[in-house]
């Protein structure tokens, strides 16, 4: 006789008494096809001549410290494509997964789950013909208490501790800033927001010091992200500099901070190392306004102030007569200018690629608002996931390399000619990035830290 279907609620706690999981909380997902399990570390090997695959994993949701080694046989690789569109290839292995006391083998595949609410979703491949669900309910199996996890949980490999990591920036609540705390503290760390206009510091050949208000002294920190907004980059980069001198490690250096911050420089330093960039004029109030113009192929072109951000100080010229006026507008000023020919057969898209520690991490096109050229996402441009070709990944590595960057975000922009390198940001944001591509991009910024440790070790 069929043994009688458990009934279960949106969400509930099962187990996978092979792989040595005691107790796990699944999300229900009857729209899911497959089902998945959060896994890290994971790497493919031989047993007995057959494929075989190695991972850990936290089982507790905001628990790095907990972690089970497992290793199963390979069942198959397939892409599996998310609610959000992203697709991604994955391992998939066979488990015995045990819930409301009946247990039958399953398939799953693998993969890090850190940024989603759940370390395992229970699709309906895996409930087909065993299980009813009443979205209306949870736990309808019963929750472990706390005490119980603890227990149950005692004998899993605690993680070492943490590193004691400084977000060097000047909004708590910016998403970037958060989301680098939070992923920082997901993966065991001792994080510190530290505000760049309240530490001051003391310059001593001997005895260097940062302080933090109320006469706090700043030591004992493994490592500094400098998160500096262009309009305290002097300042920021000071501090990051002393914080360099305490030997502290620092995610990005004050040196390469500020070379990226000279948009001048950077372009120069980037033509250098042989990376493409539009056709670009540079000026200091011109008085041959035509002869600048014409260096750059004619109108339509770009002109910029050196000194903006965020598409701020860029303007489109579309004839030469608006480009004489804005250039002449910009001589007022007495500023340096920078004009630059315009990519028309971009449509307003760019690609910004996100490098961490010479790998690109994620990408995304950004495209502007109808009637705007500007694709930065703070002007209203929208992001979207993008394959970038082996090109421009190149050309984005690269970039990063030359600007001596661990981090940045890399614009590139398609031109009829290939791909031509816009700019490179040293504190890119993550909203657009992290919210397109579905990639915990904090987390990763977070890892290259820990690689640093790790390589000091040997």
Request: glycine share 8%; aromatic share 6%.
């Amino acid at each position: 006789m069929e043994d009688k279907k458990v009934i279960v609620g949106s969400e509930e706690w099962c187990s996978f008494p092979v792989l040595g999981i005691p107790t796990i909380k699944a999300r229900v997902d009857s729209g899911a096809k497959t089902s998945a399990l959060h896994a890290i570390n994971i790497a493919p090997f031989i047993k007995d001549g057959e494929n075989w695959v190695k991972f850990e994993i936290n089982p507790i949701q905001n628990n790095v410290k907990t972690v089970i080694h497992c290793e199963s046989k390979l069942v198959d690789k397939r892409v599996v494509k998310s609610s959000s569109g992203f697709r991604e290839q994955r391992y998939v292995i066979g488990a015995e997964l045990e819930i409301g006391g009946q247990h039958w083998s399953v398939e799953i595949t693998l993969t890090n789950r850190d940024s989603m609410g759940f370390r395992m979703l229970l699709g309906r491949e895996a409930m087909s013909g065993r299980v009813l669900v009443d979205p209306s309910q949870k736990y309808l199996l019963g929750q472990p208490s706390p005490d119980t996890l603890k227990e149950l949980y005692k004998t899993s490999e605690q993680a070492k501790t943490g590193l004691r990591i400084g977000v060097l920036a000047s909004n708590p609540e910016l998403y970037s800033n958060r989301r680098i705390m939070e992923a920082g503290e997901m993966r065991g760390h001792e994080m510190h927001f530290l505000n760049i206009k309240e530490c001051y510091m003391k310059l001593d050949a001997t005895n260097p010091e940062i302080h933090y208000r109320g006469g706090i002294i700043l030591d004992k920190f493994d490592a500094v992200i400098p998160r500096i907004r262009p309009s305290i980059t002097f300042y920021g980069c000071a501090l990051t500099r002393q914080f360099e001198a305490l030997k502290v490690f620092t995610l990005n250096s004050a040196s390469a901070i500020t070379q990226s911050r000279d948009k001048l420089y950077s372009l120069q330093l980037l033509l250098n190392h042989g990376v493409d960039i539009p056709t670009t004029g540079f000026a200091n109030s011109p008085l041959d306004t035509n002869d600048l113009i014409k260096m750059v192929g004619g109108s339509p072109l770009i002109v910029k102030l050196l000194e903006g951000t965020q598409g701020k100080g860029v303007v489109l010229a579309e004839t030469k007569k608006a480009a004489e006026s804005v250039i002449n507008a910009f001589k007022s000023l007495n500023a340096n200018i920078l004009v630059q020919e315009f990519i028309k057969e971009a449509n307003g898209k760019d690609i910004r690629c996100f490098v961490i520690d010479g790998k690109v991490v994620a990408a995304i096109q950004r495209e502007a608002l109808p009637g705007e050229f500007r694709a930065n996402i703070h002007l209203g441009g929208t992001a979207s996931i993008i394959k970038v070709t082996a090109e421009e990944r190149r050309i984005a590595i690269k970039a990063a390399k030359a600007m001596d960057l661990k981090v940045a975000g890399v614009d590139i922009i398609r031109s009829s000619k290939g791909p031509l390198l816009l700019e490179v940001n040293s504190s890119p944001g993550l909203e657009g990035i992290e919210g397109a591509t579905n990639k915990d991009i904090a987390g990763e910024m977070i890892k290259a830290i820990e690689k640093n440790f790790r390589h000091r070790q040997h």
